[in-house]
């Protein structure tokens, strides 16, 4: 069985290295236990370069320098104490890969040595920690050896135990096919055997290790047991599909795309979804090795669209009757969800579904939205993203849940009593903000009524001026010689360079409309126009949240305290929805810190859930939102998981800040064409928690009343407003 010697976990990474071609090598002085160990695997957190893919080696060496300051190696590159074996690097993002060493180095107790990745094609690059280095080790790079004590690189080394030296063990001839009955008997107990045809059915197997243990990694596909690599890796983090990438060993079932793939350790499910994606891999002349990438059942939301309206309905509504008409055919089921009749009250919808249990829970009404060939996964993340006190998942059995963020709790307590390591707590004011700009598209404006446009008709112009851009066909009144108001027929109205024929004619974003002279006489003075129309206007929002304004100010000596941030999104079309987002922007990039650590049982902690934290020697004790975590392969019982959380609002946490997010403050209108999605009625009312201010603008058009003032100018601010929850 492999032991983990020493590590640095790859949370830690935060910068990645310029890429290195062939014969560069990067890597990390280490420390040993005070036992000795055979060297049998490392990590090394790498990935391909921007010029392509590569291969390489990893590669041991003794220790000279001060260790953790000047650590290098003490041979030349070339010259290493030992070698493992070449693998392909075409991971395009960064990921722990594994090196495999023939088990025969044996690193002695109590030691400091060398370990680099070298390149032996292609391009590589490193992923290390320049921000906050805390390993004892130290950085070095080479072809001539260069130690960099401000920098860590991230790394695992395993050993397997030396004892298994004193076993005498003769030299044996084995076939793949002989070896398969003595795999399959349980009862059996292995020594250490250093024989490359075993690592095609099961990881090298340790002195004492029943072949039992082995036989615990496996996946199931199309109901066939397959056994997997040590190499397997699983990521997941908020609002991302779960990956999951794995060698399958020698499948005796037809490998194909689509399949449906569930990974188990000791019995139990840790991961289900789809494989999208494989590599056949020759490994002798009979047997056929495949290296998958899976995700997880998220990626059947991506092959179903949505054409669909929704009025005066819940954001569960939505999820449940999507599931019904999309998903139930695909296998995706829920519980104990009941669509009713009518669900146009909001207090109502509430408090229905407070009283059920149900993987799919009401969450806020919506006015009107409409969904115009929107995938599923797209449609639901849309939801959320209107709904950010709520999350949505598939589950390993392929159930649908929508629930409050609240209510999602994990009972697993990150303190004393749970078995963690490499525990950091990270705070940066990188990409924080308490002041949100956001510069949205153009939201449709009230009904602009008999407006007389400029210039007054004259005898001459056909071209007439309305105050905002037009948003849909408009009324046209003519009052020839002060006769009386007749109404140009709808007939007769066109779209300006696309229709012939007509009176008059306008376009959609343009505040004009012009006069067909060939069809009608020009307007004179003796004559008048007036139109009736919706107008288009700018969205300019600025959000501050004085609240958190207050306290960095606080703590900043002779500061304002005030970190500004603008976004510009063309698909925001209201007020109400510009509002909304840069309230959603502040609240996700205000929180104080960031909490990592390794561990190898994860209890019920998961993606979205809160976690209570208790570490009085950080002054913690808070719950925190689970943001990411990825797995890969520790030992033959064991996996590593390495977790992030985020966490919470200073003025009262997660869980005061998940409550406002759900109360019932108010409804939604939404609206969806092809392409983009608006917000429509700016009468709408936004409640915004705490006392924020709002501040807008609007652009300035000439009309015929306008008049010169000596202190109203162009982009002057034209409103101000203070909304107190």
Not at 385 to 399: C, F, L, M, Q, T
Not at 466 to 484: D, H, M
């Amino acid at each position: 069985m492999s032991t983990l010697l020493d590590s640095y976990a790859s949370a830690n990474a935060d910068t990645t290295s310029s890429e290195s071609a062939t014969g560069a090598g990067r890597g990390q002085s280490f420390a040993t236990p005070g036992t000795d160990y055979k060297l049998a695997t490392i990590k090394m957190c790498i990935r391909n370069g921007s010029s392509g893919n590569g291969t390489a080696k990893a590669k041991l060496y003794s220790h000279s320098g001060t260790y953790g300051t000047s650590s290098v190696p003490t041979e030349a590159i070339g010259s290493p104490l030992a070698t493992s074996g070449t693998v392909t690097i075409d991971q395009t993002s960064l990921t722990m890969v594994e090196f495999t060493f023939d088990g025969t180095y044996t690193l002695t107790a109590s030691n400091h040595y060398c370990i680099a990745v070298v390149v032996e094609s292609g391009y590589v690059r490193w992923g290390y920690d320049s921000s906050s280095p805390s390993h004892g080790g130290n950085y070095f790079s080479g072809g001539t050896w260069s130690a960099n004590s401000g920098r860590d690189i991230a790394f695992e080394v395993y050993g397997s135990s030396a004892a298994a030296d004193n076993i005498d063990v003769p030299t044996i001839a084995v076939s793949t096919t002989a070896l398969t009955p003595i795999l399959n008997n349980s009862n059996i107990s292995v020594p250490s055997i250093s024989l490359s045809a075993i690592e095609v059915l099961a990881p090298v197997v340790s002195a004492g290790t029943s072949i039992v243990s082995i036989a615990s990694r496996i996946c199931t596909i199309s109901d066939v047991e397959v056994q997997i690599g040590r190499n397997w890796t699983y990521g997941a983090k908020i609002n991302e599909q779960v990956t999951f990438n794995a060698s399958l060993i020698n499948p005796t079932v037809t490998i194909t795309k689509g399949l449906e793939l569930k990974y188990k350790v000791n019995g139990v499910v840790v991961f289900a979804g789809i494989i999208v994606d494989y590599v056949k891999i020759e490994i002798g002349a009979t047997v056929l090795n495949y290296d998958i990438i899976a995700i997880d059942f998220k990626k059947i939301c991506e092959r179903r669209f949505v054409t669909e309206v929704y009025v005066n309905k819940s954001a569960g509504y939505i999820f449940a009757d999507i599931l019904t008409k999309y998903l139930a055919d695909e296998g995706i089921t829920s519980e104990s969800y009941t669509i009713l009749v009518s669900e146009t009250t909001l207090v109502s919808e509430y408090t229905r579904l407070s009283t059920t249990t149900s993987t799919i829970e009401g969450g806020p009404v919506f006015d009107y939205i409409v969904f115009n060939r929107k995938s599923v996964l797209d449609v639901f993340n849309f939801i959320c993203e209107n709904a950010p006190g709520y999350n949505w998942y598939i589950s390993v059995d392929k159930k649908l849940y929508f629930v409050s963020k609240l209510s999602y709790k994990s009972v697993s307590v990150v303190d004393s009593t749970f078995n963690h390591r490499n525990f950091k707590y990270n705070d940066s004011l990188s990409g924080y903000r308490n002041v949100q700009y956001v510069e949205g598209g153009q939201a449709e404006t009230s009904l602009q009524s008999q407006y007389s446009p400029t210039p007054k008709p004259d005898g001459v112009s056909k071209e007439f001026f309305v105050r905002y851009p037009i948003a849909s066909e408009p009324i046209i009144e003519i009052n020839l010689a002060s006769a009386g108001w007749n109404t140009i027929s709808s007939d007769e109205i066109g779209i300006d360079t696309i229709e012939t024929g007509m009176k008059f004619y306008w376009s959609k974003g343009v505040n004009k409309i012009t006069q067909d002279t060939a069809v009608l006489a020009v307007l004179g003075t003796s004559d008048a126009i007036r139109i009736t129309y919706t107008g288009l206007r700018n969205i300019l929002v600025l959000l501050e949240d004085n609240p958190k304004i207050l306290a960095r100010a606080a703590i900043e000596n002779e500061s304002t305290g005030k970190y500004e941030n603008v976004i510009r999104d063309t698909s925001i079309t209201s007020i109400n929805a510009a509002v909304m987002y840069a309230n959603a922007l502040i609240e996700k990039n205000s929180k104080p810190g960031i909490v990592t650590f390794d561990c190898l049982n994860l209890g019920d902690i998961a993606i979205n859930k809160l976690v209570y934290v208790n570490k009085p020697l950080y002054g913690i004790a808070d719950w925190y939102l689970c943001e990411s975590i990825s797995a890969s392969y520790c030992d033959i019982n064991n996996i590593k998981y390495s977790v992030s959380l985020l966490e919470g609002d200073p003025q009262g946490g997660w869980e005061t800040a998940f409550k406002k997010l759900t109360m019932p403050s108010g409804t939604i209108n939404i609206e969806n064409n092809d392409t983009l999605i608006k917000y429509n009625s700016l009468n709408e009312t936004c409640t915004i928690s705490s006392s924020t201010t709002i501040t807008g603008t609007h652009s300035l058009y000439v009309s015929t009343t306008t008049v010169v003032s000596s202190t109203l100018k162009l982009g002057t601010l034209t409103f101000t407003d203070t909304v107190v929850d």
